[in-house]
């Protein structure tokens, strides 16, 4: 059984190369030396998100991602990221890129964040973007 698990809670969504980015997820933990364990992405609609965002978040607004860190042991990860694939279009379209390529930083996004890393300051948040970035380069060259 994989560690890296795809669900689509609508089945209107679809992912090509899920191989790939199973590659790419496990090279990303390998490279962040952190333990995966198993790590759950959940691919879904705005609806379903928000819905989510206000039972375990407290937060009324729409959010292309939501990741929780289920580790039950301080050095393997276990996790759920939740990918609203509504706001990953959205965003594309505004960013003027690929939804291929956005889905892809999202994915990443949310490994990143098991893998340690924040993005709420400014300082965080370049970290961030500048590891996503490293990973796209890697995954889609």
């Known amino acids: 059984m994989s560690k890296i698990n795809f669900y689509f809670h609508d089945r209107k969504y ?5 191989k790939g980015l199973k590659r790419a997820l496990e090279h ?3 490279k962040e030396k952190t333990k995966l364990q ?7 609609s705005d609806d379903f998100l928000l819905d989510i965002n206000k ?20 050095n393997q990860v276990e996790g759920e990221v939740y990918i609203s694939i509504d706001r990953v ?9 690929p939804p291929k390529t956005e889905l892809c930083r999202v994915i990443f996004h949310g490994a990143l964040h098991l893998c340690g890393y924040s ?3 400014r300082g965080e948040i370049e970290i961030m973007r500048a590891k ?10």
């Open 55 to 74: 039972k375990f978040l407290k937060h009324n607004y729409f959010t292309d991602i939501i990741t929780f860190d289920l580790s039950r042991l301080k």
């Open 28 to 30: 990303i933990f390998r």
């Open 14 to 18: 679809a992912i090509k190369d899920r």
């Open 119 to 121: 993005d709420k300051k």
């Open 89 to 97: 279009i959205d965003n594309a379209k505004t960013l003027k890129i």
């Open 132 to 141: 996503e970035e490293e990973y796209l380069t890697y995954f889609l060259k």
């Open 38 to 44: 198993k790590l759950d992405y959940v691919f879904c």
